[in-house]
């Protein structure tokens, strides 16, 4: 079945469609990850996204429960150059196009991907419309996306934090590493004693984020966006984290100020969405990238080491340096465009990532962030 996929400038891509029928509009933005895609479509900061996939086949691993990173998928829509109905892998439990349609997600097939994100590059990211509907007009499309809702000025982070406040993991099962031993089939690696009780605010968390702070030894207790300052220090954490998510971060002022609140009283670590938060709380301003940083092959510059981290990224805005605050400093930038990766407010014990330490989807390497925030708190309490 045809489909089409509208840009509010006016440009018009047409193909085949997939996944589930129907009529969507977001903000349109290509990802350049090779491999991840079911991480990128069930990561909560993908909401309200139309996402362009570039590497060229996508869906040959099928989709798998376990790796899900929400209980959802979150994308206004999926732009491939091509979709493999048929998945090869003995851990796959459905294919893509089937995830699609059961998630009520559009995909379109058959396009060319590389002159969509060499368009976004030049132009910027901008709204979308991708439709299947056969008596669609490119006209009618190209209006949908301009007076449709995108990115901006729409609170995601309200349809994706947790209504309630739960613990996770408690029986230790859902955060234990797995793999394959040679010999002995799939095996799972214990887990460590419990060090810290962490408390995490729920911009739109990944799962992965969950299992590497019970990783790293710290019993997780996650709590709404919107829980007072003074709610989250009546359960006695050692550590707050603030979690990836999605949307747009200067329309959070409410947890702004509840950060600002926290500020000093507690180690905290800010990743993706929630490093944006953290620097708006230590009074830091954001800019809006041109067409913003989704991947998972995104240089990365660690200032204090000189080494350079291959990075999972997801977001749409970025730390204006010119704005930091004295006593905030700037830990790692961005190889590709300077921007700002990393702060730290070292009177606070607070540090804020851009990138996605837990890099569910690949790469793995930097997950050590986890370990060095575990140091951090030990510290802290022992001071």
């Known amino acids: 079945m045809r ?19 129907g009529t969507s509009v977001g903000e349109i933005v290509f990802n350049t990850a090779m491999s991840g895609y079911q991480e990128a479509i069930t990561d909560p900061g993908s909401r309200g996204l139309i996402i362009a996939m570039t590497a060229t086949a996508i869906g040959n691993t099928g989709i798998n429960s376990l790796d899900n990173e929400s209980s959802q998928a979150h994308p206004r829509g ?21 995830f699609l349609t ?38 009618k499309a190209v209006e949908l996306a ?6 901006d ?11 309630e406040t739960y613990e996770w993991d408690p029986d230790d099962q859902l955060s234990r590493r797995w793999n394959i031993a040679v010999g002995a089939g799939e095996v799972f690696e214990p887990l460590p004693p419990v060090r810290f ?72 670590f800010g990743i993706a969405l929630g490093h944006l938060v953290l620097a708006r709380a230590l009074g830091a301003k954001l800019l809006k990238l041109r067409a913003g940083h989704h991947g998972g092959n995104v240089p990365v510059k660690d200032l204090a080491t000189g080494k350079v981290l291959i990075t999972a990224q997801g977001h749409g805005a970025a730390v204006d340096p010119a704005s930091l605050p004295e006593g905030v400093e700037v830990t790692h930038v961005n190889l590709n465009d300077e921007s700002v990766e990393g702060i730290r407010h070292a009177g606070h014990s607070a540090v804020g990532i851009q990138f996605h330490p837990e890099a569910s989807g690949g790469p793995h390497e930097n997950a050590f962030l986890f370990a060095d925030f575990a140091k951090l708190v030990e510290k802290n309490k022992g001071a």
Not at 126 to 131: D, E, G, I, V
């Open 78 to 98: 999926l732009v491939v150059e091509e979709i493999n109905l048929i998945p090869s892998n003995w851990r796959s439990e459905m294919s893509l196009n089937d």
């Open 102 to 139: 059961r998630s009520k997600i559009p995909g379109i097939s058959g396009i060319d991907t590389r002159a969509l994100t060499v368009h976004i590059r030049t132009h910027g990211t901008m709204k979308a419309c991708l439709s299947t509907d056969p008596a669609m007009t490119p006209e």
């Open 146 to 151: 301009a007076s449709g809702v995108g990115f």
């Open 153 to 163: 000025g729409v609170d995601f982070v309200q349809e994706v934090t947790t209504p």
């Open 197 to 268: 009780k962490a408390v995490v605010i729920d911009l739109g968390v990944k799962f992965e984020i969950l299992r590497k702070l019970r990783q790293n030894g710290f019993k997780v207790t996650v709590v709404p966006a919107t829980t007072p300052a003074g709610e989250i220090l009546a359960l006695e954490p050692d550590a707050i984290v603030l979690s990836n998510g999605p949307g747009d971060p200067d329309l959070l002022e409410p947890i702004h100020a509840t950060v600002r609140e926290l500020l000093g009283k507690k180690p905290i």
């Open 3 to 21: 489909a089409i996929l509208a840009l509010e400038d006016g440009r018009l891509f047409e193909g085949d469609s997939f996944g589930a029928k």
